[in-house]
Nanobody
Framework: QVQLVESGGGLVQAGGSLRLSCAAS????????MGWYRQSPGKQRELVAV???????NYADSVKGRFTISRDNAKNTVYLQMNSLKPEDTAVYYC?????????????????WGQGTQVTVSS
């Protein structure tokens, strides 16, 4: 019923930039928080950045000043602009969103994950 589809990952040299996108589709009534998480081999998944519907943001200390999260509510899309990338940013990046799903009987609140997109930063 609801899908999060990510795009924009890839291979980049240290110091370079990438922009990730995540579009939500389906029977969507509303979207509250949207965020990006990442997971490296052997590590737990960690929060990278989150943005509220109103545009308030929060970042992991490791990415502050380098990454910027934004969203387009009309397109149900969240973005992550990543600058000054470092090899330690290498991970699978996952989109996450709190979505109000429209059903015939009403609306339910659910949390969704994207399929993940690989970001690799070479030194």
């Amino acid at each position: 019923q609801v899908q999060l589809v990510e795009s924009g990952g890839g291979l980049v040299q240290a110091g370079g930039s990438l922009r990730l996108s995540c579009a939500a589709s389906g029977s969507i009534a509303s979207i509250a928080n949207m965020g990006w998480y990442r997971q490296s081999p052997g590590k737990q998944r960690e929060l990278v950045a989150v943005i509220t519907r109103g545009g308030n943001t929060n970042y992991a200390d490791s990415v502050k000043g380098r990454f910027t999260i934004s969203r387009d509510n009309a397109k149900n899309t969240v973005y992550l602009q990543m600058n000054s990338l470092k090899p330690e940013d290498t991970a699978v990046y996952y989109c996450n969103a709190d979505i109000g799903v429209r059903h015939w009987y009403g609306t339910t609140a659910n949390n969704y994950w994207g399929q993940g997109t690989q970001v690799t930063v070479s030194s």
